[in-house]
């Protein structure tokens, strides 16, 4: 097992820089998520902690030993590819008994050794099937035991759910965070799938265009975002952006959008704000921290059911001021029509205001940057 | 009621009969092209060999049915059995040079080099040349006397040679030059096998520890095996075929019969002996020889080849 650290690592092809100046620390023993939408640099970072591609700047480190020159054959890493890259002509029983038979081990231990894994990822009646005859699921389950089959240090998984249906994705996702724990390894996966990061990983950090936007708990970059990007990135449905400004009456602070849109704005949060009138700002804040109030009067804001969108176990309801909508999350069984004039009331503690020029975030610290002290967010 | 029933019922199905007669014409109008260049140039030729075979016949005097004595007399003459010797002679040195080289200049060309398209035409180029215009420049080569083989063999201290014109070497000037010129066709069909390979197989096998030679041990040649089986069959079926380059660099047989083939045996007895009939015996005897020969590789090879 090893604590996996990125320092300023840079790679780049030609004129395109895929990978910006990325610092990671990596804990031993848990999960962390690459999260970021395609072209974002993920599958690269991946394939330079697997050696397959080797950083144009910066040094990575397994524990204390720089590996930047190591080719993939020695970094004992295990990698499961989005398209699993099984071996057509193998059974999955070759597939993973590879990994060992290059090492030299004897028959019986490889045998034993291919048994012990496909017992814990539970793909014992396979064994004989070659891939062509497999599904992807399974396909995939067999691609995780030879990438765990040699005891790795580190497992990559490289998009791991995308090729698999909605059904199987959640049983697969409950399934490699079932094996990981019982085999308590160190486990780097890359996704840009917001929902699949939170809940496999216990560190997400997001990447867009290759460069580190932010790094931290689940639980960290959904009320702390950095940034813009990580605050609509994340979050299902996706955090309501106003765009307003800063308005001052009687000592107090407002945020005004529109002619219908005024909110007072929390004395904590507007702590860190520039005390300017008329500072252009982005408020954000998630649909669920939005609730409906039947004191349409003392609501702070009011508006007209735009849309409203069944979700199964919640509603979203969307209201329009002028050409910015807000969506508000309610149970299913709210009763609500199209058209009806609703209170809302927003949840101050959870208000976040971002400045429109550089999206970074202005209320609380930015604890959730804690990735690298030298590194200074886009 | 009944009978109104039946009779509408009746005047449906002549109704869906009608439709499938016409589809059925429109389908075979379509074909008719190409079934009908293979019927007049394929399957008849064919028939009439088999036909043939049972005949004597010298285009002049009427044909005069024999039965199978054209095949006996074939098994009685000496120069049968020293083509056949001659053919296994080309097909075993031709056939596993050309494969070998065919596969290590793919193997080459597979690498990420700049100007493919150039090179892969430069090896292209032998197998669109005709056959006789690149017989002709390689006898220039091969002559004992001003050849440029035997000059440039001469600051090496070898030769001179006398090439085409050595019974014991005849043979395998014929051998390189087809090598050289057959080089090509195999290389492009290895290149394409090559490149189709899923690249993430490798890095995959370089994660699971497999050094490149394991690589080419464990990935490669498995994930090439199709493309292999192909040209091994096609390369039999061509290679016993061979005619021309043989006609052109050394006509007659070449010295002491040295590069007589069973192909060059079939023009001999039809277009200098004007024995059709024993020609045509002969033609059918190496059909049933490739054909047996294709069945047996498929019998043991097909197997081992990994379809994806």
């Excluded at chain 2, 493919?116 to 690149?134: D, G, H, K």
């Amino acid at each position: 097992m090893a604590n996996v650290r990125l320092k300023n690592i840079t790679k780049r092809f030609g004129s395109v820089t895929a990978v910006n100046n990325v610092c990671l620390d990596i804990p031993h023993g848990k999960v962390t998520a690459l999260l970021g939408p395609s072209g974002c640099g993920k599958t690269t970072i991946l394939l330079m902690l697997a050696g397959i591609y080797k950083p144009t700047e910066g040094e990575i480190y397994f524990d204390d030993l720089q590996v930047n020159g190591i080719p993939p054959q020695l970094r004992n890493v295990g990698l499961v590819f989005q398209s699993y890259a099984l071996y057509p002509h193998m059974t999955a029983f070759e597939n993973i008994a590879f990994p060992l038979k290059l090492k030299k081990l004897p028959k019986a231990e490889i045998q034993k050794r291919v048994e012990e894994i496909a017992e814990v990822v539970q793909i014992g009646d396979l064994l004989d099937r070659k891939p062509g005859q497999m599904s992807g699921g399974q396909q995939q389950r067999v691609a995780l035991c030879r990438a765990l089959v040699k005891k790795p240090d580190l497992l990559l998984l490289d998009e791991p759910l995308s090729n698999l249906d909605a059904r199987l994705r959640l049983e697969t996702r409950a399934e490699i965070k079932r094996i990981q724990q019982e085999l308590g390894i160190t486990t780097i996966l890359v996704t840009h799938d917001q929902v699949e990061a939170v809940t496999m990983a216990d560190q997400v950090a997001v990447l867009k265009a290759g460069v580190l936007q932010q790094y931290g708990t689940p639980k960290e970059l959904l009320e702390q975002p950095a940034n813009l990007f990580v605050a609509s990135f994340l979050g299902d449905p996706p955090m309501n952006l106003l765009q307003g400004e800063l308005e001052y009456q009687e000592g107090r602070c407002y945020f005004r959008s529109g002619r219908s849109l005024r909110l007072p704005v929390p004395p904590l949060a507007a702590k860190g704000l520039q005390k300017s009138p008329g500072q252009k700002l982005i408020l954000g804040i998630r649909p669920e921290h939005l609730t409906i109030t039947w004191e349409r009067g003392r609501a702070p804001w009011r508006g007209k059911v735009f849309l409203v969108e069944f979700l199964g176990r919640d509603k979203l309801l969307d209201f329009r001021f002028g050409d910015q909508s807000l969506r508000v999350l309610v149970p299913a069984t709210f009763p609500v029509e199209r058209g009806e004039v609703l209170g809302i009331e927003p949840q101050v503690e959870h208000l976040h205001i971002f400045d429109p020029q550089t999206g970074l975030a202005l209320t609380g610290p930015p604890e959730g940057l804690r990735a690298c002290s030298d590194h200074e967010p886009a | 009621m009944q009978d109104a029933y039946t009779l509408e019922a009746k005047a449906k199905r002549r109704r869906a009969r009608k439709k499938a007669v016409q589809r059925a014409l429109v389908g075979y109008t379509f074909l008719t092209p190409a079934s009908a260049i293979m019927i007049f140039f394929i399957f008849i030729p064919v028939a009439m060999a088999f036909y043939l075979s049972l005949f004597e016949w010298d285009l002049i005097n009427p044909m005069r049915f024999v039965g199978l004595k054209n095949y006996a007399r074939i098994f009685k003459s000496q120069d049968f059995f020293i083509a056949v010797r001659n053919t296994f002679y080309f097909v075993g040195v031709q056939l596993p040079l050309d494969f070998c080289i065919s596969l290590g200049v793919a193997l080459l060309l597979n690498q990420k080099i700049r100007g493919l398209s150039f090179y892969r035409t430069v090896f292209f180029t032998p197998v669109v040349t005709a056959t006789v215009a690149v017989s002709a420049v390689w006898m220039w080569l091969y002559d004992p006397f001003d050849g440029l083989l035997n000059y440039l063999l001469s600051f090496v201290g070898l030769g001179p040679y006398r090439w085409l014109n050595d019974p014991k070497m005849a043979m395998l000037s014929v051998i390189i030059m087809s090598v050289w010129k057959g080089l090509g066709y195999n290389v492009v069909l290895f290149l394409a096998g090559l490149q189709n390979i899923d690249p993430s197989l490798y890095e995959a096998a370089a994660i699971d520890g497999a050094t490149p030679r394991q690589q080419f041990w464990y990935i490669t040649l498995p994930q090439l095996s199709p493309t292999m089986y192909f040209v091994l069959i096609m390369g039999v079926i061509n290679s016993f075929k061979v005619f021309t380059q043989i006609d052109v660099m050394t006509p007659g047989g070449g010295p002491l019969k040295s590069t007589l083939v069973i192909v060059y045996l079939i023009y001999q007895q039809a277009f200098n002996s004007f024995r059709f009939g024993e020609a045509s015996a002969l033609s059918v005897l190496l059909s049933l020889f490739i054909l047996l020969l294709t069945l047996l590789q498929r019998l043991f090879l097909e197997k081992r080849v990994h379809y994806n």
